[in-house]
């Protein structure tokens, strides 16, 4: 069965810290993706990835295609960026849209 | 415009009640999904439509019922249901890539409750 699989679960940090949050997955992919949900529902998409480093801000999300594994990384983290960080996937071999989700990590940051 | 917007944001319904969820958006993307999430858990894909035509069905239940009436709209109509599909319902839009590599975008959710 195709999986992804997320760690840590949980996440609590204070102020400032720097954040990692991986990603790994069990068969190819065409992309993955990091997401981002705040409390009430949104999700923003935050990154599309299909090889190497991507950077915007504070955030860093690379990938591994060989180890089959992903990070997104936080940067001087500030307690906006409390969340839900969900990686998804759409697998190689699959036609179509669908995406397969992990179970996301839920990121508390504290001042 | 990398909006795309749901109407209503939240929703009660009796059993016997039929109401529906609407999706727009007007970034010119031709594939519309719908996912259903309950609580601390991922979103789940219940429907995809491509260039209006009903793609995937994820063996959803007939008491939920999907219609694409344009490229923009996408709607999702609700009969009978019961007080297990009380949760987050969001539409998201995509332009298929034909490579897989195409970005979703989400809506802020419909938060249904069934009573």
């Known amino acids: 069965k195709n999986e992804v699989e997320q760690s840590p679960q949980n996440l609590t940090a204070q102020e400032g810290e720097f954040i990692t949050i991986n990603c790994s997955y069990s068969?190819?992919?065409?992309?993955l993706h990091w997401l981002q949900q705040h409390p009430g529902g949104g999700i923003v998409s935050l990154f599309m990835?299909?090889?190497g480093k991507k950077k915007h801000g504070r955030l860093i999300a690379t990938i591994n295609i060989q180890e089959k594994h992903s990070s997104l990384h936080i940067t001087a983290s500030h307690p906006r960026d409390s969340a839900v960080y969900i990686c998804?996937?759409?697998?190689?071999?699959?036609?179509?849209?669908?995406?397969?989700f992990g179970e996301g990590t839920q990121l508390t940051v504290n001042p | 415009d990398t909006e795309v917007t749901q109407t209503p944001k939240h929703l009660v319904m009796g059993m016997t009640n039929k109401k529906s969820l609407k999706c727009e958006q007007h970034?010119?993307?031709?594939?519309m999904y719908w996912y259903k999430q309950k609580a601390k858990k991922p979103p789940e894909l219940m429907f995809v439509?491509?260039?209006?035509?009903?793609?995937i069905n994820e063996s959803v239940p007939s008491r939920f019922s999907p219609e694409c009436p344009n490229s923009s709209l996408l709607n999702l109509h609700l009969h009978a249901l019961q007080p297990e599909d009380s949760a987050l319902y969001l539409c998201?839009?995509?332009?298929?890539?034909?490579?897989?590599?195409?970005?979703?975008?989400f809506g802020p959710g419909t938060r249904l409750t069934v009573l």
């Open positions: 998201a839009s995509s332009q298929p890539s034909g490579r897989g590599t195409d970005t979703q975008y």
């Open positions: 068969v190819g992919i065409s992309a």
């Open positions: 990835l299909s090889s």
């Open positions: 998804a996937v759409r697998w190689r071999e699959t036609s179509g849209s669908r995406l397969t």
């Open positions: 970034m010119g993307h031709r594939a």
């Open positions: 439509y491509s260039y209006e035509k009903l793609s």
